[in-house]
């Protein structure tokens, strides 16, 4: 198996997180307009990424993939979240 740089494994890893987070944001935001599922494919790509980026973050270590999974836990509660709905 070739070596991987860490580093760069890690600010991959950062940055399809960031990216997967970014886009269920704008999928909440888009709720009602005329992109909303476009933007709604985006997010489901995004977080299949993100996913497979927390599946590959267990040749890391621990760190990076409890780290990880936050972000992906994260992303798919902001995705999933109904704020509109009454609060009892």
Known sequence: MPSV???LFFW???VVQVVALASACLARLAEG???EGS???LCLVCLTLA???TMA???MGPTACVFSGAALAVTILT???D???AVL
Request: aromatic share 8%; proline share 4%; with cysteine.
């Open 79 to 81: 995705a999933t979240w």
């Open 39 to 41: 933007c709604q494919c």
């Open 5 to 7: 740089d860490p580093i």
């Open 83 to 85: 704020l509109s709905a």
């Open 51 to 53: 996913g497979v980026a």
């Open 57 to 59: 973050a267990l040749f």
């Open 33 to 35: 307009s005329l992109q």
């Open 12 to 14: 991959c890893l950062a």
